[in-house]
């Protein structure tokens, strides 16, 4: 089946660093690609998402690209912040049974110091 | 404000009994999830509907069952059957159950096995 696999954690930078979470995949189909950030005892949001090959999805600083030809959506941002601490999942939607399952991957814990 | 809540924020419960875990949302949207995160772990579907009174088995259903007879509510009941269930239960929902729509999720509930 459909499979997510992440950088494995936890990730400790100091502030202003550049970050680069790998995430790789396996899917049978053209699934889209997200990443969902997950702050300290709260559920998860939508970091940004990508639909199709070669798109790029961004949001707050951060930026992911769609590579079909290495199945790849790695995360990048530029220059972290303390704020940005937080548990990273890459996820997959699947549509079985005509309706989308989000697989995930097993999450890559990030710590910034200041 | 719309947005999703999940009761109680921890729960504990004795061997051998049922319990259920609530969630509502407010958002109108059709599509309902339930996950479940372990620690190191990335999120697995248990239960997903599409609309009110149909849900379907995600990947990891045993022991647990669900009731959509609201739009705005898809409740999770934890039972007996299941044989680990101390973990961290997500609920989410999204407008349709399309391939790429962003799906919200509530802050979750912190299930304890005694």
């Known amino acids: 089946g459909d499979s997510v696999t992440q950088m494995e954690g936890p990730v400790t930078l100091s502030e202003e660093a550049f970050l680069t979470i790998n995430c790789t995949y396996t899917?049978?189909?053209?699934?889209?690609l997200f990443w969902y950030v997950q702050y300290p005892g709260e559920g998860l949001q939508l970091l940004l998402k990508a639909t199709k090959a070669d798109d790029k999805g961004s949001n707050k600083g951060f930026e992911a690209t769609y590579r079909k030809e290495t199945t790849s959506f790695h995360l990048e941002k530029g220059s972290v912040q303390v704020s940005d601490s937080a548990v990273y999942f890459c996820?997959?939607?699947?549509?079985?049974?005509?309706?989308?399952?989000?697989?995930f991957g097993q999450g890559t814990r990030l710590t910034i110091n200041p | 404000d719309g947005g999703i809540t999940q009761s109680p924020k921890y729960l504990f419960r004795k061997e051998g009994q049922n319990v259920t875990l609530s969630c509502e949302q407010n958002?109108?949207?059709?599509?309902m999830y339930w996950y479940r995160q372990d620690p190191g772990q990335g999120l697995r579907l248990i239960y997903y509907s599409q609309i009110v009174n149909d849900f379907q088995k995600g990947d990891i259903a045993e022991g647990y069952s669900v009731s959509r007879e609201k739009k705005e509510s898809f409740p999770l009941t934890v039972t007996s059957a299941q044989k680990n269930p101390t973990a961290f239960y997500l609920c989410?929902?999204?407008?349709?159950?399309?391939?790429?729509?962003?799906?919200?999720f509530g802050p979750g509930t912190r299930l304890t096995v005694l």
């Open positions: 958002l109108n949207h059709d599509a």
């Open positions: 899917a049978t189909g053209y699934p889209s």
């Open positions: 996820a997959l939607s699947d549509l079985g049974k005509g309706a989308q399952k989000l697989v």
């Open positions: 989410a929902s999204s407008i349709t159950s399309g391939r790429a729509e962003e799906q919200f």
